[in-house]
């Protein structure tokens, strides 16, 4: 954790535990494998200000950056997504997960011209596969992908990743800053101040 | 259409003419049939300022009314929940279509509490099919549904079949709103005017 992480950051990350958006036990995952960490970014569809707060820390990331476009990977990302694009003006267009076979018949909603550059918002990477998936067809409807702006780096290799396709990940929170910040919050019941310092030692060694 | 139609309605129709997200033509449906007019509400997320608009038009329908969570239909109704409840402080859900085989398995996301209520949010009704559905899902979930706003009413019995299941259904444009303003608006090329002139005609009689 960076010496100058925010009193911001701790914040968020407090409110992330307290409103069941990291949770620790024992969880299935996607892949089929157990873990003792869960992160439902899902949850702060329902506390308004949270989501706020957390579109403002990824934006803090990027609004050095260039770009013309911001695209939210569903469904997490979309609220967050939609904040940023309705707090400071900037165009959204969202990718369907698969293509529909009436209508208009596109796969990337939304205005966008060829050769616009497009930011992704992502709430949690892992291996970066989502994000991988988005760019590739993004790419392919002729936008331009530079940078990846996620709230939460599981610091499993998807930053490695993306950054191996020359994508500039930013992200605003590291789950080492998570576990480390809620160890140092003293709110932990003592179980899970046990698996904690556990994953710590895991990831720090 | 209201002889008191607001001129903020009436600028919403032609902007959405504008950008795209009403069309005229040949356009397969869903179920396979051929409309000669096309209701592509996505497109909205890229205009943020007429994403505030359709909220806010929507947001007059229900303020006076009573609810504790609000719930937008995926995909184009999430960003218009999102809208409004980052605006108004209102908690969102969000329901899946699908269920998840992994982590914490819900199919209604957020945070909600039984014997809530919940407002429904959706862009275009026809048949009601998607809002029968996402009713269905919150009720088996313990919430309590009263009233859906939508954008667009399309006049196929949609509201009708609503009301029916005793919801009340707030509509902010009825699809002859729309004919109706665009061929008073002068702005129609003339191909697509004979379209609306004949579509009308069958509403109306």
Same mark, same amino acid.
């Given at each position: 954790?960076?010496s100058v992480?925010?009193? #911001?950051?701790s914040q968020l990350?407090?409110?992330?535990?307290?409103?069941? %958006?990291?949770k /620790? +036990? @024992? /969880?299935?995952l996607?892949? +089929?494998i *157990?873990?003792?960490?869960?992160l439902?970014l899902?949850?702060?569809?329902s506390?308004?200000?949270i989501?706020?707060?957390?579109?403002?820390?990824?934006?803090?990331l990027?609004?050095?950056s260039q770009?013309?476009?911001?695209c939210?990977?569903p469904?997490? %990302?979309?609220p967050?997504?939609t904040?940023?694009?309705?707090q400071h003006?900037?165009p959204?267009i969202?990718?369907?997960k698969?293509k529909k076979?009436?209508?208009?018949q #596109?796969q990337?909603e939304?205005?966008?011209?060829?050769g #616009?550059t497009c930011l992704?918002?992502e709430d949690?990477? *892992?291996s970066g596969?989502?994000?991988?998936?988005t760019?590739?067809d993004?790419?392919?409807n002729?936008?331009?992908?530079? @940078?990846? %702006?996620?709230l939460i780096?599981?610091?499993?290799?998807?930053?490695k990743?993306?950054?191996?396709?020359?994508?500039?990940?930013? %992200?605003?929170l590291?789950?080492?800053d998570?576990?480390t910040?809620?160890?140092?919050s003293?709110i932990?019941p003592?179980a899970e101040h046990?698996i904690? #310092?556990?994953l710590?030692h895991?990831?720090?060694?």
């Amino acid at each position: 954790m960076n010496s100058v992480f925010s009193v #911001q950051k701790s914040q968020l990350i407090v409110e992330l535990y307290n409103i069941g %958006a990291v949770k /620790f +036990g @024992e /969880f299935k995952l996607k892949s +089929g494998i *157990t873990s003792p960490i869960y992160l439902d970014l899902r949850q702060i569809i329902s506390y308004p200000s949270i989501l706020r707060t957390v579109s403002e820390c990824l934006w803090e990331l990027v609004c050095h950056s260039q770009f013309d476009l911001i695209c939210g990977i569903p469904y997490t %990302a979309l609220p967050i997504a939609t904040s940023i694009s309705l707090q400071h003006n900037i165009p959204m267009i969202m990718r369907r997960k698969e293509k529909k076979s009436y209508g208009t018949q #596109q796969q990337i909603e939304g205005a966008f011209k060829h050769g #616009q550059t497009c930011l992704l918002i992502e709430d949690v990477i *892992t291996s970066g596969g989502s994000v991988s998936e988005t760019a590739d067809d993004l790419e392919n409807n002729g936008l331009i992908v530079k @940078e990846i %702006a996620v709230l939460i780096d599981r610091e499993q290799g998807g930053k490695k990743n993306l950054e191996a396709r020359h994508y500039t990940v930013h %992200a605003a929170l590291t789950l080492t800053d998570i576990l480390t910040s809620l160890l140092n919050s003293g709110i932990l019941p003592k179980a899970e101040h046990t698996i904690v #310092q556990q994953l710590l030692h895991e990831y720090l060694t």
